[in-house]
């Protein structure tokens, strides 16, 4: 079945340090979400990314949406502990229908 | 985004026992999700909660081992049925079409 796989599944950085995760599925998207969970949460969503090349950004944050619509990254730039948690890409699905396959997250930790 | 609240928030449970889990919403919607949580994994979705119909099952979960009830459409309750230790995990609801709002999670635990 369809497949959203996400690497690394672990990040250690130093407070300051930049952060990337990235998402690959083998099947074309039609759009993907990304979420974040902290310790003891629930996942709180982030984005959702539609277009083809498409990038977003939250403050620090800096979403792309790859050209094939098969990739997609998560940037963090100068990591804060706030930052701390597990992030994870879900495949929305082609009908929006609220059905996610999720990765297997990266769960990052900020060492201050 | 909308405000979602579920019942038990944990509970610790013998095995060969049920729990239903509630979930309530502050707002009408049409679709609503039910997902588990492994210890360190990812989200898995077991169910489509379809309110008027029976709820629609992925590969791999059972309606006899984790029954859903739809009664409206700001409700839903999933049944974890004859539990055994594995079944201890996090079952989170959601909500939303384009984005998932998901409720606070019920976090169980088998013996």
């Known amino acids: 079945g369809q497949q959203v796989m996400q690497i690394p599944q672990y990040q250690h950085v130093q407070e300051g340090e930049d952060f990337t995760t990235y998402c690959n599925s083998s099947t074309t998207l039609s759009n993907i979400q990304w979420y974040k969970q902290r310790p003891g949460g629930h996942p709180v969503f982030l984005i959702q990314l539609v277009k083809s090349g498409e990038v977003k950004k939250q403050k620090r944050l800096t979403f792309q949406f790859g050209e094939a619509k098969k990739n997609s990254s998560l940037h963090i730039t100068a990591t804060q502990t706030t930052d701390v948690g597990t992030y994870f890409c879900?495949?929305?699905?082609?009908?929006?229908?609220?059905?996610?396959?999720f990765g297997q997250g990266t769960t990052l930790q900020v060492k201050p | 985004s909308a405000v979602i609240s579920q019942k038990p928030s944990r509970d610790i449970c013998q095995r060969g026992t049920s729990l239903t889990i509630q979930c309530q919403v502050d707002?009408?919607?049409?679709?609503m999700f039910w997902y588990r949580q492994q210890p360190g994994q990812s989200l898995t979705l077991i169910a489509t909660a379809n309110q008027g119909s029976e709820a629609t099952y992925e590969s791999g979960f059972v309606i006899d081992k984790f029954p859903i009830s739809r009664p409206n459409l700001t409700f839903s309750t999933l049944t974890v049925s004859n539990m055994s230790p594995e079944d201890s995990s996090i079952y989170l609801c959601?909500?939303?079409?384009?984005?998932?709002?998901f409720g606070p999670g019920t976090r169980l635990l088998v013996l």
């Open positions: 707002s009408q919607v049409t679709m």
């Open positions: 879900a495949d929305g699905g082609s009908s929006n229908t609220g059905k996610l396959i």
């Open positions: 959601s909500v939303g079409d384009r984005r998932g709002d």
